[in-house]
């Protein structure tokens, strides 16, 4: 890595286990602040173990997380915590309104204030259901409001496992907007998806997961045009890879 | 008081011993009234540990009978509550970042139903118990006759229709505290 600012995250020799398997083994692997990292696999691949190590809800078995090239220590202290938000492959809903779940994380953060719910659920065609108890919601209308949840407070990692997944080409460019709009405010983000093109729209690099180990990495039009490991080109074939 | 702030720790923590700590509750949610009634007389009569303190006979031992009685019960039943949501639920409330204490909050009321429902068995249960506030209470007139007391000495003295009167009262007064309850439920929905 050259001489710069630390990346916003850095994994050095990361393990993770769940009993006597492996899940996840990554020797290196950096993402600069700002970036939109991607990462691709089949399921199973251990790609929301990642985001839940990166997320601190889980330290790794072995190995470092650095963020800000600093060890990121666990419990995770609040403050670094509150930098980093997950939109989970599986969101859930509080049981209350719409607008309550989207304010959820400002109000744990003492903000009392409604305003930043109404432009968010707009951008998401949601608006009309403000009032609407979320777990009435459909699991699109679901995936969109955790997404609004999510960017209401503003996080500067944004941890997005399959945000866009279930959801009609409609929605998923509504979703696909909003990232990009993350994007520009300088979010960095980090985002699971099985889906390649989703990967190969939002990306700056890409990575391709396999039984919990990096196959390949690299920025995200090589890894799609060019790729180096007969793997990453049977996965991306749509080969069945293992 | 007691039952709800222990049922949501054991609930939401996990330490050694907690599966000990959940088998006492559950045989404590058993317990019988009159035992617990005896014991408390025993360490509050002028003998026991706590005779000094004055309280046998007194609406304060009956308070403590009640509160032994109903504290596995609610105890118990507000762990199963807390242990009903989604532990997913949990994480994705500390990924929007929420403290500790406002993730377990969080729950808490996310678990209100089956909370309500430990309050009003744990209501219900002290409210008809006799037993005990018998034991630890007297009895007395004017000081430790409650409507279950009362009923048993109108029913000994062949004044029955008093104590169906009374027994109307006592279920009037569970018909209002729960439907109370259930109000206050319907509320935070």
Redesign the interface.
Known sequence: MSAGPPPAFELVDVRHRYGARTVLSIPRLWIPHGETFGIVGPSGAGKSTLL?IL?G?EPPSEGAILVDGAPMPHPVP?AL??R???V?Q???M??RSVRDNVL??LR??GRKDRAPAGPLLERLGLDHLASTRARQLSGGEIQRVALA??MA?EPEVLLLDEPAANLDPANVARVEAFIRDAQSRGTTIVLVTHNTHEARRLAHRTLLLIEGAVVETGPTAAFFESPTEPRTRAFLAGELVY | MFGVPVGAAVGLTRFPGRRLVTLVLYTGMGLPPVVVGLVVYMLLSRGGPFGSMNWLFTPSAMVVAQTIIAFPLVAALTMSAVEGVDPELRLQVRALGATRWQTGWTILREARIGLTAAIVAAFGGIISEVGAVMLVGGNIEGQTRVLTTAIVLSTRQGEFALAMALGIVLLLLALGANAALLQLQGRTR
């Open positions: 839940r997320q809800l609040l915590a509150r980093i938000t997950t989970f599986r969101p859930l509080l049981d959820f994380g744990v953060r949840r999510a407070i």
